[in-house]
């Protein structure tokens, strides 16, 4: 009787721990898709600030190439309106020469 009653005691610590890790874990996963869902909105914002700059930069990249476009001549365009003007009447070699 006594034996049967330590097994009791050793099987109902058993179950005991066992749903207590049950629940840890589920608590872990839970906090763990949290904390993912967190970092990934973090990593997502960086991206999107990332290729925001490269846009940028881009963009002023593109500008600087076309201030200094060379013409058949030689000369670089001093001002971006004349290349507009060379853009609108589609002339490859427009300068200031011409």
């Known amino acids: 009787m006594v034996t ?3 097994k009791d ?3 109902k610590r058993r179950e005991k721990n066992h749903r207590d890790k049950e629940n840890y874990k589920k608590r872990y996963r839970k906090l763990q898709k ?3 869902i967190e970092s990934y909105r973090k990593l997502q914002k960086r991206r999107e600030k990332i ?3 490269y846009k940028k930069r881009e963009e002023e990249e593109r500008g600087k190439a076309r201030m ?3 013409c058949s001549h030689g000369l670089r365009f001093e ?3 004349i290349y507009r ?3 609108r009447y589609n ?3 427009f300068c200031l020469k011409r």
Do not use: Q, Y
Request: no cysteine.
């Open 4 to 6: 049967s009653l330590k």
């Open 9 to 11: 005691i050793a099987t």
């Open 34 to 36: 949290e904390e993912d």
């Open 51 to 53: 290729i925001r700059g």
């Open 68 to 70: 200094e476009k060379k």
């Open 79 to 81: 001002r971006l309106n």
């Open 85 to 87: 003007i060379a853009d």
């Open 91 to 93: 002339v490859k070699n």
